[in-house]
């Protein structure tokens, strides 16, 4: 049984490794090992009937999950505990026509823990694979030949299309072809053709190198990028109100590894768009992109990987060290600069006014609505601050609710909510806050909050019904674009 398991792994075939470890009262066997193979083959015994019988079921449901299991079984007379090893996981390559090429991936990927399975006309000789068919006919070389999702398939054959014509390979997670740039365009697009990622490969050798790669980093999900270049296009956004979340969901849409700090207690008013609601709530979704805060910052490569934005506290930028960003936007939105430097990272973008281009930043976004939103200003600064909200159906400073008093605030009204003028919305202790104007609740500062007389903690759009008041606003979609262009333009440059 050993030699066996010796043979299978020195081809790196899959299997799985029963063994008694404990037994009580009667049983068939006290001690004793067994071989199971994916296809339900098996080799020695636990002790027949009813014990093997699931063992060998528990030893399959190891191997398809790839997962090491203990289990117990109850017999007439006695009990029976076993343990499962999955010694090798099914990882197949499929070499079709075995090469120069085809055999210097094959060399390759079997030191990986692949077990290789070769295809051809002629008969080739390889003493560590799996297998070996060939024949005159692919059809019939393929012919009980099972392909799953645990298969990578590799095609250097020169007759591609004849092979591609009479054999499925859909089903496999993996599947290259050897061909020229123009010559790939025949083939379909759920092919990889041609196979491996862009090193400028020549050799047989270089071009295993990069099929290996390419085949590793569909298997595993990786982006393929290089891992340092990766990291280090890494963005921070300071604030993670509705505006900078906009810029945060646009910039990891793209592709970068964004990370948004704010205060302890923000006080956003568009809270169901504001990734500062992770804060308060562990996590928050906008737009379906997730964040979620983090309290330690080693977790940000991890939620990078998952496709997760990280939220951090960190009001003074004391860890900036440590997250050492390659573009730091500033996007608090406080009408000034509140302690951004333009030494802080190679590239600073700043939003709206209190920045000068070339002083505190090296690049400022317009802010104000109008014709320049979203633009980029390389030199100088944004308009200032006229303290009047943009109007929307003629209504600006009237759309914007803010405390009457010092105190508690409780909101009474909820995104989405349509109010008339006049109606209670929320209150500061027991004072009233009444609505300005007819309209749509888009915004609501969190109750519990402690606010001053002139806080702003509501807002009403007055096209009432229709407003997508759960989706970041068209400004700060604008504002969003104009700060991704500025990152690719600097990555472009500096890649």
């Not at 061909?179 to 990889?192: E, I, N, P, Q, W």
């Not at 977790?299 to 506290?313: N, Q, S, T």
């Not at 104009?482 to 500096?494: P, Q, Y």
């Amino acid at each position: 049984m050993f030699e066996i398991a010796s043979e299978l792994e020195k081809k790196n075939l899959p299997f799985a490794l029963v063994t008694i470890i404990r037994t009580n009262n009667i049983v068939p066997r006290k001690s004793s090992r067994m071989i199971v193979l994916p296809n339900g083959e098996s080799y020695g015994t636990v002790g027949g009937g009813d014990a093997e019988r699931i063992a060998k079921k528990k030893a399959l449901e190891a191997l398809e999950k790839k997962e090491n299991v203990s289990f117990k079984i109850m017999l007439p007379k006695g009990e029976v505990e076993m343990i499962c090893d999955v010694v090798k996981c099914a990882r197949k390559l499929y070499i079709v026509g075995y090469g120069h090429v085809g055999k210097a991936i094959g060399e390759l990927l079997y030191k990986a823990g692949y077990s290789i399975h070769i295809f051809d006309r002629e008969k080739k000789e390889c003493d560590y694979a799996a297998e070996i068919k060939y024949g005159s006919s692919w059809m019939k070389i393929f012919e009980n030949i099972v392909i799953d999702k645990d298969c990578a398939v590799v095609v250097t054959c020169h007759d591609k299309e004849e092979l591609l014509s009479c054999v499925d390979f859909s089903k496999a997670f993996y599947v290259g072809l050897l061909s020229s740039r123009a010559g790939s365009m025949k083939f379909s697009s759920s092919y990889y053709a041609p196979m491996g990622l862009d090193i400028k490969a020549e050799n047989p050798e270089e071009i295993a190198i990069s099929v290996a790669a390419e085949i590793l980093k569909v298997e595993r999900h990786g982006s393929g990028l290089s891992i340092s270049r990766d990291i280090r296009k890494s963005i921070l956004v300071r604030g993670c109100g509705d505006l900078a979340t906009a810029v945060m969901i646009r910039l990891h849409n793209a592709g970068y590894n964004v990370i948004g700090v704010d205060i302890e207690k923000p006080t956003q008013i568009r809270r169901n768009v504001s990734f500062a609601e992770a804060i308060y709530d562990s996590y928050q979704v906008v737009s379906g992109v997730k964040a979620l805060k983090i309290d330690n910052l080693e977790r940000r490569f991890d939620l990078w990987k998952e496709g997760i934005i990280p939220i951090f506290v960190d009001e003074k930028l004391e860890q900036l060290e440590d997250i050492a960003p390659t573009v730091i936007v500033d996007a608090i939105i406080a009408k000034k600069n509140l302690g951004t430097r333009i030494d802080m990272a190679p590239l600073v973008i700043a939003l709206g006014p209190g920045f000068e281009a070339g002083v505190d930043a090296h690049v400022v976004i317009e802010t104000q609505r109008g014709h320049s939103l979203g633009m980029i200003i390389k030199k100088g600064k944004a308009l200032e601050n006229t303290g009047i909200p943009g109007l929307i159906m003629g209504y600006g400073k009237e759309r914007v609710i803010r405390s009457p008093e010092s105190g508690a605030f409780t909101g009474l009204k909820t995104f989405g909510d349509i109010v008339k003028k006049g109606d209670v919305i929320a209150k500061v202790n027991d004072t009233p806050i009444l609505a300005t104007i007819d309209g749509m609740v888009r915004g609501m500062l969190r109750s519990g909050l402690d606010v001053t007389p002139g806080f702003k903690v509501a807002d009403i759009d007055p096209r009432g019904e229709g407003v997508k008041y759960n989706e970041p606003s068209d400004k700060a979609r604008a504002i969003a674009g104009g700060v991704l262009e500025a990152v690719d333009s600097f990555f472009r440059v500096n890649s």
